[in-house]
């Protein structure tokens, strides 16, 4: 798209104005000598299942910590901070740390890594079952990645139009796991007993690592499935996206049915045998999104009122950044994800699909390699003219959101993210080994207990009122309440309610 092509479709200030951006940040409890926290979500913290900005994800020692949707870019991460500071002043007394990166602390055995739990209610209860679910579907490893997610919405987009981003973002995904992509290395133990084409850092011992990788988590070792490489989901459009997704989510897959929803004892294992239990289970780098209502699925709040928002899900936790992302990022999110939107974005086929995960995994696991060539359009390019071409395209958008926003933070963005693109040196991924070859020995777990120790040392410094104390205070109590409300509303069995939920019909 040319610059005058751009400036045409370019939205106004005030809308510009009207971004709203959130931030979900995941990160495990971590002891000081780096192995996982296998206690319970601390109870001071609220309920897991209703607090508004405090919960769990795939496990009890895995926070999730969530942001409204904010106007603002500074405005989300002094939320986001100050969620940071009052959990970790919780968990200080304990001695436990919020692991800041995205590639796990140590673990131990799969089976005793604790599952998310959400009480008695019959959704808190679904929601431990579905972690189950996944336990045996893909082990229990895998599922303590952590990562940011980055909801974005513009006003006045229609669902055409975010499906259009989502497809544009899909093809340039590569860019942003080049420039932000943090995990290049692992401890062993993540990989222990399991088929991998890592390569020792040092003597192996303590690191394992790509020595071109960006994202590991976004590679073959991060959230992949060979159950979920059968679905072909298309994205041109609501009714093609939400048919392919309920497909795969009516489907039977003969391991999962194997398996069953209980077992001889009465447990559950999982809540449907389906390719996939419910939406959630679907991976991707980015999802359309909806707010739902109470025990509504979310595939039927998609089609009865269309796209709200988008969900980016490729963004590695930042180990040098205190609560795990920059401002710049945001930024360069926000121009990156107008270009995605505003760019002409033919429709997808199954072999654009292929291409894409063939882009992403090469990204991820060589992106720093110097003369790597991705596929576009069934040509070889190299992966820098490529993103250099998408990166210069969005020059209008930073211009346009600086003008708005009366400031020129949007061209440093843009401008930091060019120097990285010719200079792979400076990318986070290759300061992540420069720091654990020459300053930690090789010790994967000693470097990122070090930097989680700093962003909680850092947090706990900052200023602390007894209006914060007491506002989260509140909510923990209200959460408490909440959760209590819903398992005492509770009339159908388990049984009853998992079968009404998972009724084909409520997808519809």
Same mark, same amino acid.
């Given at each position: 798209?040319?610059?005058?092509?751009?400036?045409?479709?370019?939205?106004?200030?005030?809308?510009?104005?009207?971004?709203?951006?959130?931030?979900?940040?995941?990160?495990?409890?971590?002891?000081?000598?780096?192995?996982?926290?296998?206690?319970?979500?601390?109870?001071?913290?609220?309920?897991?299942?209703?607090?508004?900005?405090?919960?769990?994800?795939?496990?009890?020692?895995?926070?999730?910590?969530?942001?409204?949707?904010?106007?603002?870019?500074?405005?989300?991460?002094?939320?986001?901070?100050?969620?940071?500071?009052?959990?970790?002043?919780?968990?200080?007394?304990?001695?436990?740390?919020?692991?800041?990166?995205?590639?796990?602390?140590?673990?131990?055995?799969?089976?005793?890594?604790?599952?998310?739990?959400?009480?008695?209610?019959?959704?808190?209860?679904?929601?431990?079952?579905?972690?189950?679910?996944?336990?045996?579907?893909?082990?229990?490893?895998?599922?303590?990645?952590?990562?940011?997610?980055?909801?974005?919405?513009?006003?006045?987009?229609?669902?055409?139009?975010?499906?259009?981003?989502?497809?544009?973002?899909?093809?340039?995904?590569?860019?942003?796991?080049?420039?932000?992509?943090?995990?290049? @290395? !692992?401890?062993?133990?993540? +990989? $222990?007993?399991? *088929?991998? #084409? =890592?390569?020792?850092?040092?003597?192996?011992?303590?690191?394992?690592?790509?020595?071109?990788?960006?994202?590991?988590?976004?590679?073959?070792?991060?959230?992949?499935?060979?159950?979920?490489?059968?679905?072909?989901?298309?994205?041109?459009?609501?009714?093609?996206?939400?048919?392919?997704?309920?497909?795969?989510?009516?489907?039977?897959?003969?391991?999962?049915?194997?398996?069953?929803?209980?077992?001889?004892?009465?447990?559950?294992?999982?809540?449907?045998?389906?390719?996939?239990?419910?939406?959630?289970?679907?991976?991707?780098?980015?999802?359309?999104?909806?707010?739902?209502?109470?025990?509504?699925?979310?595939?039927? @709040? !998609?089609?009865?009122?269309? +796209? $709200?928002?988008? *969900?980016? #899900? =490729?963004?590695?936790?930042?180990?040098?950044?205190?609560?795990?992302?920059?401002?710049?990022?945001?930024?360069?999110?926000?121009?990156?994800?107008?270009?995605?939107?505003?760019?002409?974005?033919?429709?997808?086929?199954?072999?654009?699909?292929?291409?894409?995960?063939?882009?992403?995994?090469?990204?991820?696991?060589?992106?720093?390699?110097?003369?790597?060539?991705?596929?576009?359009?069934?040509?070889?390019?190299?992966?820098?003219?490529?993103?250099?071409?998408?990166?210069?395209?969005?020059?209008?958008?930073?211009?346009?959101?600086?003008?708005?926003?009366?400031?020129?933070?949007?061209?440093?963005?843009?401008?930091? @993210? !060019?120097?990285?693109?010719?200079?792979?040196?400076?990318?986070?991924?290759?300061?992540?080994?420069?720091?654990?070859?020459?300053?930690?020995?090789?010790?994967?777990?000693?470097?990122?207990?070090?930097?989680?120790?700093?962003?909680?040392?850092?947090?706990?410094?900052?200023?602390?009122?007894?209006?914060?104390?007491?506002?989260?205070?509140?909510?923990?109590?209200?959460?408490?309440?909440?959760?209590?409300?819903?398992?005492?509303?509770?009339?159908?069995?388990?049984?009853?309610?998992?079968?009404?939920?998972?009724?084909?019909?409520?997808?519809?």
């Amino acid at each position: 798209m040319t610059t005058s092509q751009a400036a045409m479709n370019m939205p106004s200030a005030q809308r510009l104005l009207g971004i709203r951006r959130g931030i979900e940040k995941e990160g495990l409890r971590s002891l000081a000598n780096g192995s996982l926290a296998l206690t319970p979500h601390p109870a001071v913290l609220g309920s897991a299942l209703t607090h508004p900005h405090i919960t769990t994800d795939y496990s009890e020692s895995q926070l999730e910590l969530i942001t409204g949707a904010r106007l603002g870019v500074e405005e989300c991460l002094d939320e986001l901070m100050e969620v940071h500071q009052f959990v970790l002043r919780n968990l200080s007394e304990s001695g436990e740390l919020m692991w800041n990166s995205s590639m796990p602390c140590r673990l131990p055995i799969d089976e005793t890594i604790p599952l998310g739990r959400y009480g008695s209610s019959h959704s808190g209860r679904s929601k431990s079952v579905y972690r189950m679910g996944l336990g045996h579907r893909y082990g229990r490893r895998m599922q303590t990645i952590s990562g940011i997610h980055y909801n974005w919405s513009l006003p006045g987009v229609s669902s055409d139009e975010y499906f259009a981003l989502i497809r544009n973002f899909r093809r340039n995904a590569f860019v942003l796991l080049y420039l932000y992509g943090a995990s290049p @290395a !692992l401890c062993p133990c993540f +990989v $222990e007993g399991r *088929e991998h #084409r =890592l390569q020792p850092l040092g003597d192996g011992k303590d690191a394992l690592y790509l020595p071109h990788a960006t994202s590991l988590r976004m590679g073959r070792l991060g959230y992949q499935s060979d159950a979920q490489s059968s679905i072909n989901v298309s994205y041109n459009g609501l009714d093609g996206y939400a048919d392919s997704l309920h497909e795969a989510l009516t489907r039977p897959y003969p391991a999962y049915e194997q398996l069953g929803v209980r077992n001889p004892g009465g447990d559950y294992n999982q809540l449907g045998t389906g390719l996939l239990q419910i939406e959630n289970e679907f991976y991707g780098t980015i999802r359309p999104k909806r707010t739902v209502k109470s025990g509504e699925r979310p595939l039927h @709040a !998609l089609r009865e009122r269309g +796209v $709200e928002y988008v *969900e980016v #899900r =490729l963004m590695d936790i930042d180990p040098f950044e205190t609560v795990g992302i920059a401002p710049a990022t945001m930024r360069m999110l926000d121009v990156f994800l107008l270009h995605c939107l505003h760019s002409d974005s033919p429709p997808d086929t199954p072999q654009e699909i292929a291409d894409l995960k063939h882009n992403q995994h090469l990204t991820a696991e060589q992106g720093r390699e110097p003369g790597l060539k991705l596929v576009r359009n069934g040509q070889q390019v190299l992966l820098t003219d490529w993103a250099l071409d998408v990166l210069q395209q969005c020059q209008p958008y930073a211009q346009a959101l600086d003008t708005a926003h009366g400031c020129r933070d949007y061209t440093a963005a843009l401008q930091q @993210a !060019l120097d990285r693109v010719n200079g792979a040196q400076i990318t986070p991924s290759a300061h992540v080994l420069e720091q654990l070859t020459s300053a930690y020995d090789n010790r994967f777990i000693d470097f990122m207990t070090a930097q989680s120790a700093r962003a909680r040392d850092t947090l706990l410094a900052m200023p602390w009122t007894a209006e914060q104390q007491q506002r989260f205070e509140q909510m923990s109590d209200a959460s408490v309440a909440a959760q209590a409300a819903l398992e005492a509303a509770d009339t159908l069995t388990f049984e009853e309610w998992r079968q009404r939920y998972m009724d084909p019909a409520s997808l519809l």
